[in-house]
């Protein structure tokens, strides 16, 4: 089930987070100092304070919070992370879907992401186009999707 995150979910979405980014062996190949710098600002305090200013959604699976997506109203997805138990099984783009509806509706005409080298197969899948004329951010990919104002298509 998709809702919208609460503020008491942020100690979920840093655990999904922390387990998500350590489950990313393709971007830190399990360099212990990588992990702990891309862990580093993922606390608490930082993901209680772009909860408060973004949108968020969460996937609850038997109660617990097992996945989210945070987007800014224009349409840049902050942190798409999925616990990596439940990865591969629809979650990520039930999320993925749930974001671009709502952008949507508010005539947003495109969804952007710094992608890591784990998901960028994923966002391809969805359409999304590496954005080579912008600046990487880390070992961050950017990518882009354009939206139209149809209905997205779930294929």
């Known amino acids: 089930m998709i809702r919208t995150a609460q503020i008491q979910d942020v100690s ?3 655990a999904v987070l922390h387990a998500s980014i350590r489950s990313c062996i393709q971007d830190h190949q399990r360099n212990e100092a990588k992990i702990q710098a891309w862990l580093e600002t993922k606390n608490y305090e930082n993901i209680l304070m772009l909860l408060h200013y973004n949108n968020c959604w969460v996937y609850v699976l038997q109660h617990v919070v097992v996945g989210f997506i945070m987007m800014s109203d224009r349409g840049q997805i902050l942190h798409h992370a999925i616990a990596p138990e439940v990865q591969q099984r629809g979650i990520g783009q039930a999320l993925l879907f749930e974001a671009i509806a709502h952008l949507q509706a508010k005539n947003v005409s495109q969804i952007s ?3 890591t080298q784990t998901a960028l197969m994923f ?3 969805y359409d999304f186009e590496i954005q080579p004329q912008k600046i990487s951010y880390g070992h961050f990919t950017p990518m882009l999707k ?3 104002t149809e209905r997205f298509e779930q294929s």
């Open 12 to 14: 979920d979405l840093v």
């Open 146 to 148: 354009h939206l139209n």
């Open 113 to 115: 992401v710094f992608s």
């Open 123 to 125: 966002y391809q899948k």
